[in-house]
């Protein structure tokens, strides 16, 4: 029975694996001996030689743990557990299943983390920070609420960027997550409700995404990114906001005419009224209507910290079905987490969601959290001349802050710079998607090494799934509520800003830290075929959508289901060697 348990690390003869190999200098060289074919010896590691990490399954079960712990191949620059020594150094060979079931329920919990995060505390807090600089809904819309919705995406990126190693994971995942989004989200909202897509905004919307895939393609092949490419990426997404923000301009004008000479809606005019009717009940709604008091009187200090503590709205529970219950169940912890520690502004509420007693105590758990969790934790540990850490520091200036706000106000009515509490929660709540998008990196890894997978692999399929999965909810219920149109522009719309935003801030940061450029390894055939796959679904829509008159029905939703199943069948197939380049 132990036997059977341990293939779990065993990976089939057929495949046969090229050790990479690296001395303490830095000089790499390819070897040529087989998986299995272990270049140390059986009873310990050899400490002059950097080894491929996923060779630890080749290893006997007593030398598991001394190769993970010894070869930097095998670290996590950030992030705050160390899931492969958890693996192999805590968890005897037999138990390995149950380390692997116990590491996907945590990656699912990470993943109900990262959405609970972006919607309730990230996105709203966008929407107070628009809403006080005035910005218009185009322009929000492609600025900040779409770093709202791929806040998911951007943070895992810019996580996975930061580590040679993981880079491919980032460009899997940006891929996968276009692939699903452009074939199986949109097809899913043809299915569900059939409509005309409007012209302009389509056309502009893939012509700007084929451009920045091909873009990320030649920095693929040239296999590295350079200031001038990262500056370019972020470069074509400003120019992209620009066009937005320019056709909305010209078609508002154009519509002011066509009003006077009385000509019919087109289907954009109708797309636009639409899109009007959904930013108005999507404005409307409130986020913390779970939150407000179930009485309405005057409450003391304490009664309001505790309702503004309480994730739970009993009216709401008893009328809640029992899946949406038992989901509730495993949000409770993490919802009272972030109410602790992240401040949310309403400005549609009339008191801007003030709540003086907590909003005081986030003064205080808001800083030291953002210390706490900058590079893992390395800045708030410091200790200012070798006494005093820096933690301490910020406890002492948040405390005199929060008593100094606290006998200033009242609990009836918001101060006159409550507005900064939207940058304070945006920071915070940024900071707990970094933290979550750092472990959701550091367990795909791990998995990739006990499965022997391929960075690129985890990222097409449960990284990009995951990311996507709130995506793909939300645009399905816009078009069975008869939003079809504004729900397939969001397919389009968010994933632009993901890729081009993803990969240039990405790197950018990377060459900020005195790297010259910053290295794209690509895991074989594998990342073609991704990007090409992602490329001929773009063509495909291109040229089959004004082939139809813009007119998207049940049969095209049906061939985009087709084409994403058709390329994670070919995907797969190339990640375990069935499908591979003949050597010449």
Not at 194 to 219: E, G, H, K
Not at 486 to 505: D, E, K, P, Q, R
Not at 555 to 580: M, N
């Amino acid at each position: 029975m132990a036997g059977g348990l341990l293939n779990l690390c065993w990976v089939p003869s057929v495949l046969q694996v090229l050790l990479m190999v690296q001395t303490v200098s830095g000089a790499r060289g390819p070897s040529t001996g087989p998986r299995g074919s272990s270049q140390f010896p059986a009873s310990g590691v050899n400490q002059t030689l950097l080894v491929d990490c996923r060779e630890v399954c080749g290893l006997n079960a007593s030398d598991r743990c001394d190769f993970v712990r010894t070869n930097p191949d095998c670290r996590s620059d950030g992030g705050y557990l160390d899931y492969l020594e958890g693996i192999f150094c805590h968890f005897p060979p037999n138990l390995l299943p149950l380390a692997i079931t116990l590491y996907a329920l945590w990656l699912l919990y990470l993943f109900l983390i990262l959405g609970v995060t972006a919607a309730k505390f990230f996105c709203p807090n966008l929407s107070a920070i628009s809403t006080t600089l005035k910005l218009s809904h185009n322009v929000a819309g492609v600025t900040f609420l779409a770093f709202g919705n791929g806040a998911p995406d951007i943070f895992s990126a810019l996580v996975a960027f930061s580590d040679p190693r993981t880079a491919s994971l980032a460009l899997g995942a940006l891929f996968g997550a276009g692939v699903l989004v452009t074939t199986v989200v949109a097809g899913g909202i043809a299915i569900l409700r059939p409509f005309m897509v409007a012209s302009r905004p389509f056309l502009r919307d893939i012509i700007f995404y084929m451009v920045a895939v091909f873009l990320v393609f030649t920095a693929l092949y040239l296999g590295r990114v350079t200031l001038a490419w990262a500056l370019g990426y972020l470069g074509l997404y400003v120019f992209y906001v620009v066009t937005v923000v320019l056709c909305t301009w010209i078609y508002q004008w154009q519509r002011r005419r066509s009003l006077v000479c009385s000509v019919p809606d087109t289907p954009e005019m109708l797309s636009d009224s639409e899109e009007d009717q959904v930013s108005s009940n999507t404005n409307s709604y409130d986020y913390g209507e779970e939150y407000r008091p179930l009485l309405f009187y005057q409450e003391t200090t304490a009664q309001i910290l505790v309702q503004a503590l309480n994730p739970l709205d009993y009216r709401k529970w008893r009328n809640k079905s029992a899946y949406w219950r038992a989901l509730k169940v495993f949000k409770l912890p993490v919802e009272f987490l972030l109410l602790l520690t992240v401040p949310v502004m309403d400005p549609d509420k009339e008191d801007g969601n003030w709540k003086r007693p907590l909003n005081c105590l986030h003064l205080v758990i808001s800083p030291l959290f953002v210390v706490l969790t900058l590079q893992s934790g390395a800045y708030g540990v410091y200790e200012i001349g070798g006494l005093f850490p820096v933690w301490a520091v910020v406890v002492i200036a948040g405390t005199a802050l929060a008593a100094v706000t606290f006998f200033a106000t009242s609990n009836s009515k918001p101060p006159r710079l409550h507005w900064l509490f939207a940058f304070l929660g945006f920071l915070t709540s940024a900071l707990w998607i970094n933290a979550a998008a750092t472990e959701v990196v550091n367990i795909l890894r791990s998995l990739g090494v006990v499965f022997w997978l391929s960075n690129t692999v985890l990222g097409l399929t449960l990284l990009a799934w995951g990311n996507s999965i709130g995506d793909a909810f939300s645009d399905f219920t816009l078009a069975r509520q008869g939003y079809p149109r504004m729900a397939f522009s969001a397919c389009f719309g968010g994933i632009i800003f993901n890729i081009l935003v993803g990969v240039g801030l990405g790197c950018l940061l990377q060459i900020s830290r005195g790297h010259t450029e910053v290295k794209l390894e690509p895991d074989g055939l594998l990342v073609w075929v991704l990007a090409g796959a992602l490329g001929l679904s773009l063509v495909c829509s291109l040229v089959s959508v004004p082939l139809q008159c813009f007119q998207l029905n049940k049969v095209y939703g049906c061939c985009l289901l087709l084409f994403y199943l058709t390329f994670l069948v070919v995907a797969l197939l190339t990640e375990f060697g069935v499908i591979h380049l003949k050597s010449v």
